[in-house]
């Protein structure tokens, strides 16, 4: 009866992860500013392992994109020439994943303020935050947080991820809407749907008519698969 409940309740979680986000390798590295080289890379050693599909094809979710950028933010060189820090060790990382999971929390959720209970301070530092407290992995709590905005863009070698909620003024990204695409805010309408229009050779006018919005969200759609397509090309 044990072994059932738990096959639900992972099919479940499966069932919610893929509805949240549903992105291939591309996509994935594309969307979380991490080269695809490195997704691949942590997928095969157990580090972000894809929610969606752990093996041919690889499918990351919405969250995952989170586990790749808080990874990604911790493994590299932070500061600056006056006061640099170290990345994290990965048997840090790995232990602050360890930790999320020992205690039933994921990485990312909307249920949770700011989306997620795991943060990161400025010089590395992981935290782990709960309905109660704030504490790092040894169980201290921080005397100045000054949190990295995991859901903003982001940099990192091979090209800047966008910001996983607003990526430009008209166009958002919602877990559950269009699989965790970039859409039109207030809309189902992709920007991967008007990009691919104006590679047709439609003007921006054009596809605005079509589909009863301004020029310049169409322009913003465009502007955004680019700077994707250049990450993917990067990765």
């Given at each position: 009866m044990r072994d059932t409940r738990h096959v639900a309740k992972r099919a479940y979680k499966l069932v919610i992860a893929a509805s949240e986000g549903c992105y291939d390798a591309g996509r994935a590295a594309a969307l979380s500013g991490v080269p695809k080289s490195t997704i691949y890379y942590w997928a095969s050693h157990e580090v972000v392992v894809p929610s969606v599909s752990p093996v041919r094809e690889m499918l990351w979710s919405y969250a995952d994109l989170m586990a790749l950028r808080v990874v990604s933010w911790l493994r590299h060189p932070k500061g600056d020439e006056q006061e640099p820090r170290p990345g994290s060790p990965m048997r840090e990382v790995r232990k602050a994943l360890a930790e999320l999971d020992a205690q039933g929390l994921d990485l990312w959720s909307q249920e949770m303020v700011d989306g997620s209970p795991l943060v990161v301070d400025r010089s590395g530092r992981i935290h782990i935050r709960t309905a109660d407290d704030v504490h790092d992995l040894r169980g201290q709590s921080p005397l100045?947080?000054?949190?990295?905005?995991?859901?903003?863009p982001f940099d990192c070698i091979g090209g800047d991820g966008p910001d996983l909620?607003?990526?430009?003024?008209?166009?958002?990204?919602?877990?559950a809407r269009v699989a965790g695409e970039p859409h039109v805010a207030g809309s189902r309408?992709?920007?991967?749907?008007?990009?691919?229009?104006?590679?047709?050779?439609?003007?921006a006018d054009r596809i605005a008519g079509?589909?009863?919005?301004?020029?310049?969200?169409?322009?913003?759609?465009?502007?955004?698969?680019?700077?994707?397509?250049?990450?993917r090309t990067a990765a």
């Open positions: 100045d947080p000054d949190w990295l905005d995991l859901l903003g909620i607003a990526p430009r003024q008209h166009l958002r990204i919602v877990p309408l992709t920007t991967l749907s008007l990009a691919a229009l104006a590679d047709r050779g439609m003007s079509m589909y009863d919005v301004e020029a310049i969200v169409v322009d913003e759609a465009i502007d955004l698969e680019r700077q994707l397509a250049g990450i």
